[in-house]
């Protein structure tokens, strides 16, 4: 809306600083961060009166998780708020891959919350049936993929303008890179400041990323595909870390809150769409590859199961496997966001190896 006003007011002044991307993602992100700081004390009272007994602890899952009976859940729905109201202070209103995204998260984000609000009121885990909410996920990746695809070329990162032409099925493949991603996060935000630190570090990472797409100077320097406009989701990344960030606050080791479904499917289905809109699937998984890593943990652990009646990890997904070896929790995620770091650098690289 400020940048709205900007451009009526001609870039006069101190407006002028508005016309420049890399200034509003800056803005996004502090205000998101703001706004989540504020709300966040009165909003985490209001779920834990809401909720009585909290997020249902698994009785199989870590002894060391019981303690955390009572801790209320869906603080998705902070990151989500205090993100939207930092992205659309700052955002061109008139971008199309800000208002697809921006669909995707609070569609993803409803999905999540339909689910925590099955598990709080029930206390269980099974929540929404899988194929529903599987279904609901690809409805909305399906709507957004047919928005944000401009071309339906698959870009392969390092080496410079190879890519694999899928026709059609791009927004086939598109649409599981959203559900994906979404899934990812989920089944990674099983511990204190877990998920909600990669998805920081991946939101910075892409808000480069995005920044640079939309530039034809560094676009056509970097070898990298030219989208147009694709800068614009440099300021939703800046309101994503904002958001991120003051969540982090509260659920930084012991948790007052946790995301729930609300939050990390929001924030995964975010990461894909970006990642989509950017033509940098493969990069995505590259600086998800925590995520990734979570996910696989889950694919095999059932698949070997189910077919031999063994367990490859201990306790799957993979974070539990390592609390089960007799790593304490905060050593786990410390060192998860290590890799996390590693990661987004090795994806930044790849822009520049070509």
């Known amino acids: 809306m400020l940048y709205l006003l900007a451009h009526l007011l001609h870039y006069e002044g101190f407006s002028n600083l508005f016309r420049y991307q890399t200034f509003r993602a800056g803005a996004a992100l502090l205000t998101a961060l703001l706004i989540g700081l504020v709300i966040g004390p009165r909003f985490i009272n209001m779920l834990r009166i809401r909720q009585g007994k909290g997020q249902p602890i698994r009785e199989d899952g870590p002894q060391s998780h019981l303690a955390k009976r009572g801790t209320p859940t869906m603080g998705g729905l902070m990151i989500v708020i205090s993100a939207t109201l930092g992205l659309l202070l700052w955002m061109d209103v008139t971008s199309r891959y800000v208002w697809a995204c921006l669909a995707v998260t609070w569609g993803f984000g409803l999905i999540g919350f339909l689910d925590d609000y099955d598990k709080v009121t029930k206390y269980a885990h099974k929540g929404v049936p899988a194929k529903v909410r599987l279904l609901g996920e690809f409805v909305v990746a399906g709507i957004a993929a047919a928005l944000v695809v401009t071309e339906t070329n698959l870009y392969v990162p390092v080496f410079s303008n190879l890519y694999i032409p899928l026709g059609p099925l791009y927004y086939v493949f598109a649409a599981f890179v959203i559900v994906g991603a979404g899934n990812a996060v989920n089944l990674t935000d099983g511990l ?4 909600i630190m990669p998805v920081i570090i991946a939101s ?3 808000a480069i990323i995005a920044y640079l797409a939309g530039r034809s100077d560094f676009a056509h320097y970097l070898g990298i595909p030219h989208v147009p406009g694709a800068g614009e989701l440099a300021i939703f990344c800046g309101a994503v870390m904002g958001a991120g960030l003051a969540f982090l606050w509260f659920n930084a080791p012991p948790a007052a809150v946790f995301m729930g479904d609300t ?3 929001a924030l995964g289905g975010t990461l894909g769409v970006i990642a989509v809109s950017a033509h940098h699937e493969i990069v995505l998984a590259i600086v998800g590859g925590l995520f990734v ?11 070997v199961y189910k077919r031999t009646g063994k367990r490859v990890f201990r306790m799957a997904p993979i974070h539990h496997h390592f609390e089960q070896l007799g790593w304490k929790e905060s050593t786990v995620v410390i060192r998860f966001w290590i890799v996390s770091i590693v990661l987004a650098l090795i994806g930044l690289a790849t822009l520049k190896v070509r």
């Open 263 to 265: 939050g990390s499917l």
């Open 293 to 303: 890593m979570e996910a696989v943990s889950v694919i095999v652990q059932v698949f």
């Open 192 to 195: 204190d400041g877990l998920a």
């Open 204 to 206: 910075g990472t892409f």
